[in-house]
């Protein structure tokens, strides 16, 4: 759940078709995209026309209609309430311990992400911030981000630790996609290195094994 001015900064799309703003490589672009209540075009086309996005002016309202999609009363206004009005009475509080509120000022610290990024720590109630907009999520996997186990010729091991005779893993399903050698320090782009390096070896092996 969130509110209009989280959503103008803060929800972003995967892709550089869906941030024209960003991809432009356009300060002046950015910045004209950026202001105002709006958020991005890709985002508010989302937000408008997205069957998992509701947008309503009121908490009831917005509940109301969360369990209508879903098909269930999944939501409890009371309790929805109660969690909000406690994190919204964080605002105030600079000291206080609630996580969220510590992460949003401290990635605020950062002028990147306070002018593009992050909006000002705010009440979502709110009403000069609404109106407020929920999201149904769908679980899905997209891939393991590791996968199967190989050695140091990109022979896939089977449950004894042995190698499965003529089978060769190489890419993300060696663990690449996963970071790989980069570990928690892997950014998109450098899994790329990986993928070929294991794919070298994988075909080294193999031809190594015809020969």
Do not use: W
């Not at 959503?7 to 950026?34: C, H, M, T, W, Y």
């Not at 769908?138 to 190989?150: N, P």
């Amino acid at each position: 759940m969130l509110n209009q001015r989280i959503i103008r900064k803060e929800f972003a799309l995967s892709g550089s078709e869906q941030n024209p703003d960003l991809a432009s490589g356009s300060l002046i672009q950015v910045a004209r995209s950026r202001r105002g209540r709006g958020a991005p075009p890709p985002v508010e086309a989302f937000k408008e026309k997205g069957e998992d996005f509701v947008v309503r002016p009121t908490l009831a309202e917005l509940v109301r209609r969360m369990n209508e999609i879903s098909g269930e009363d999944l939501i409890d206004l009371k309790v929805l309430e109660k969690e909000t009005r406690a994190r919204d009475g964080e605002i105030e509080n600079r000291f206080g311990k609630d996580a969220q509120m510590t992460a949003i000022r401290g990635a605020r610290a950062y002028v990147g992400d306070r002018l593009i990024r992050v909006a000002r720590p705010h009440r979502l109630l709110d009403p000069g911030a609404g109106p407020l907009i929920a999201v149904r999520l769908r679980v899905v996997t997209r891939k393991t981000l590791g996968g199967v186990e190989t050695d140091l010729d990109s022979r896939v091991l089977g449950r004894d630790g042995k190698p499965i005779a003529g089978l060769y893993a190489a890419g993300e399903v060696a663990g690449f996609g996963g970071g790989g050698v980069h570990g928690y320090r892997a950014l998109e782009g450098t899994f790329l290195g990986g993928c070929i390096f294991s794919g070298r070896s994988a075909g080294r092996a193999a031809a190594k094994a015809v020969v």
